[in-house]
């Protein structure tokens, strides 16, 4: 197994800042979004919306991001 090294982007970083105070402050990643709606937490709904939002923002700049 080969490992090449790669190129440092602060976007990672500021990327990564980002989704953790989302997680933070929502207590929830993608898959038990779900569950919490399931289990009658309807206020987890806008947080749902915003992990689909920040889906549609990332698909209509992904080419203009470097990889």
């Known amino acids: 197994m080969a490992f090449s ?6 976007g990672n970083v500021w990327g990564a800042v ?7 402050i929502t207590g929830a990643c993608p ?3 779900f569950a919490q709606i399931g289990s ?3 206020v987890v709904i806008v947080t ?4 689909v939002a920040g889906t549609w923002v990332y698909g209509k700049f ?3 991001i470097p990889h």
């Open 5 to 10: 090294d790669k190129k440092f982007h602060w």
């Open 31 to 33: 898959g038990p979004l």
């Open 62 to 64: 992904r080419s203009k």
């Open 40 to 42: 009658g937490f309807t």
């Open 48 to 51: 749902l919306l915003s992990a």
């Open 18 to 24: 980002l989704f953790g105070i989302g997680w933070a």
